[in-house]
C-alpha cells in the first residue's frame, strides 16, 4: 500500500504553472496538483467532466457555448467546480493559484485544442 | 452548467457524522463531504479504490490484511490516502474529522460489510 501524501509538501515541491503533477490515483482517475498563472488555450474535452477544486488564488474558468455566448465562473479557495463534458474552456489566473485537479487517467490538459501548452502529467517525485 | 460548490459552506450545512453528502460528480465519480467521529465498521469495497483527503483533525485509518496483519495510517490535515480495492479497513477519529472522499457512484460506505451505519448518499441541500 502506497503512503499517505500531502497536499503542501506536494505544491511545495515545484514551481512551473501549467505543469500538473499526479497526487493520487483512484482506479483510472487522477488526482492531480497544478500550478495555474496567467491564461491557457481554450479546448475542451468531447470524454470527459474535469473537476477543479482551488486551494489559493482566485481561477476564473471561461466557458463558452458553440454559438459564442459565455458562461465564466469565479473560484475562490475552497470553491469546487466541473467543466460538463464537450464545454469549450480556458482557465484565466490573473495571479497565482493552486489548484486540484480531477479526471480520468490520460486526459490531456489541452484536450482537443492541443498545441505547445500540452503538458505530460508527471509524478510528484519527478 | 452548474454552480461552483465551496467546501467550507458544504461543511457548515450539517452536522452529523457518517452522513456523507455530494459535493460534485465527474461523470461516474462521486466527490463527497463527510464528518467522521467515532470508530467505524470493518469492511472492504472489492471493486474499487476509495480516496480520503482530511480538511481538518486526525484520521486513523486501519487497514488489516487476511492474515490479520496491521497496516493503520494516520492522516491529519491536508492529507491524502486511497485504501487500495479490497482491503479491509475501519476509519476512526477520536476527535471529529472533516473529509472528503472520492469514489464511483453507488460505493455505498459500509461496503461489503452492510449494516446498521450503511447510509444513503445525500445531497447537499437535502
Given at each position: 500500500m502506497a503512503d499517505p501524501v500531502n497536499i503542501a509538501t506536494a505544491f511545495a515541491s515545484f514551481a512551473e504553472p501549467w505543469q500538473p503533477r499526479r497526487l493520487a490515483s483512484v482506479n483510472d482517475y487522477d488526482v492531480k496538483v497544478v500550478r495555474l498563472h496567467g491564461e491557457f488555450v481554450w479546448h475542451s474535452h468531447p470524454e470527459t467532466d474535469e473537476l477543479f477544486l482551488v486551494r489559493s488564488g482566485r481561477l476564473v474558468i471561461q466557458q463558452r457555448d458553440p454559438d459564442g455566448t459565455r458562461h465564466d465562473v469565479e473560484l475562490g479557495p475552497d470553491d469546487v467546480y466541473v467543466v460538463p463534458r464537450g464545454v469549450e474552456h480556458c482557465p484565466r489566473a490573473d495571479d497565482e493559484v493552486l489548484a486540484l485537479l480531477l479526471e480520468?487517467?490520460?486526459?490531456?490538459?489541452?484536450?482537443?485544442?492541443?498545441?505547445?501548452r500540452t503538458a505530460e502529467l508527471q509524478e510528484l517525485d519527478a
Open positions: 480520468p487517467r490520460g486526459t490531456v490538459n489541452t484536450g482537443d485544442a492541443g498545441g505547445e
